[in-house]
């Protein structure tokens, strides 16, 4: 297993269309969470999944968001009618269940136009 | 007051000088510590974590946390180039997810 894979890599896309991305986790780990990342800041957290359960969202997450994690392996997180204000680097990053670190992806990168 | 902060920096540092960079949280509650380092246009990468008041040694990084002051700090010794990147300090308060803060730009200079 080479890790915490994301697709695509790039996003871009004209506002009001929907996007969806992809996180395949490592897969001996059973939680998986989506960041968003924006320039000079940290990644804020948006949800997470432990197993197939999705345990809490932020609420940063507005109604347009929505992330699935059908039989607790991959995940994706879909974006409706998609606004500039989208664009960010969406991060994906998976662990044990326990008090360990991440291992995240390398990030799908999007851009609303 | 955000949950966790740090300088944004840059911090910069001569080669092979110590490079010490800091983060306050405001979570008492908040159980065990991260750093993460990330390079421009990568993706975090775990450095070490801490769960209790002292310091923790890893090679040329030593993390360091003070629950009664809420601050964590990262040392890194004998700063290199390559180390030049944005440090990411993060929180876990309920064994859950991860509060991270802002960063601190470091650039070590040849």
Partial sequence: DTGVSQNPRHKITKRGQNVTFRCDPISEHNRLYWYRQTLGQGPEFLT?????????????LSDRFSAERPKGSFSTLEIQRTEQGDSAMYLCASTKQGNYGYTFGSGTRLTVV | QKEVEQNSGPLSVPEGAIASLNCT??????????????YSGKSPELIMFIYSNGDKEDGRFTAQLNKASQYVSLLIRDSQPSDSATYLCAVNRDGQNFVFGPGTRLSVLP
């Fill in chain 1, 48 to 60: 997470y999944f432990q197993n197939e359960a999705q345990l809490e969202k932020s609420r940063l």
């Fill in chain 2, 25 to 38: 949280y405001s979570d008492r509650g908040s159980q065990s510590f991260f750093w993460y380092r990330q």
